[in-house]
């Protein structure tokens, strides 16, 4: 039994030290129109009136974490594929068979605990390239440590947040 969990437990404590896909950093956030001013020519970007891109990079991480606990491996990788991406070349396989060996290290609590889990906003920075999510913003019915959670990275691609590094 070991030696099966052995492959699963190095990629997963890889995982865990973040491992990034390596795909390209750059954003990939929506532009805006620019919009001249008619009384004084000035020309200046215009914004969206939704909320802050932190807020949709942190629904989707939420919706990971719950994903996790639900042990929904269709949802997980849809959102963390790239963060696996590294293990996959080194040969510990897809994000299906790389995540579907993390549900095994959560108890029973610690899942119940990721499904109905939520992130502290306040806590949450974000720059040019993408949305840090330190482990001591998740709030959950359970108390989880950088080594079974990590600090997440979202970045946005092809349209939508997605986790490169956990």
């Known amino acids: 039994m070991?030696?099966?969990?052995?492959?699963l437990t190095t990629g997963f404590a890889l995982l865990l030290t973040g491992?990034?896909?390596?795909a390209d950093t750059s954003?990939?956030?929506?532009?805006?129109?620019?919009?001249?001013?008619?009384?004084?020519?000035?020309?200046?970007?215009?914004?969206p009136s939704r909320a802050k891109p932190a807020d949709d990079a942190v629904g989707?991480?939420?919706?990971?974490?719950?994903?996790?606990?639900?042990?929904?491996?269709t949802t997980a990788c849809e959102i963390g594929r790239l963060s696996t991406k590294k293990l996959e070349k080194r040969g510990l396989g897809p994000c299906e068979e790389t995540l579907r060996g993390t549900f095994q290290f959560y108890s029973?609590?610690?899942?119940?605990?990721?499904?109905?889990?939520?992130?502290?906003r306040s806590r949450v920075t974000e720059d040019s390239t993408g949305v840090t999510i330190p482990v001591d913003a998740v709030k959950a019915d359970a108390t989880f440590i950088e080594?079974?959670?990590?600090e997440a990275t979202m970045e946005r691609r092809d349209g939508k947040w997605q986790l490169v590094r956990w």
């Open 19 to 22: 491992c990034s896909g390596g």
């Open 108 to 120: 029973p609590a610690e899942k119940r605990a990721l499904q109905g889990a939520t992130v502290d």
């Open 27 to 47: 954003s990939n956030a929506p532009s805006f129109p620019a919009a001249t001013s008619a009384e004084s020519g000035a020309t200046t970007q215009a914004t």
């Open 2 to 7: 070991f030696a099966r969990l052995l492959p």
């Open 147 to 150: 080594s079974e959670l990590r």
């Open 60 to 73: 989707r991480y939420e919706a990971f974490l719950h994903a996790i606990g639900d042990e929904d491996i």
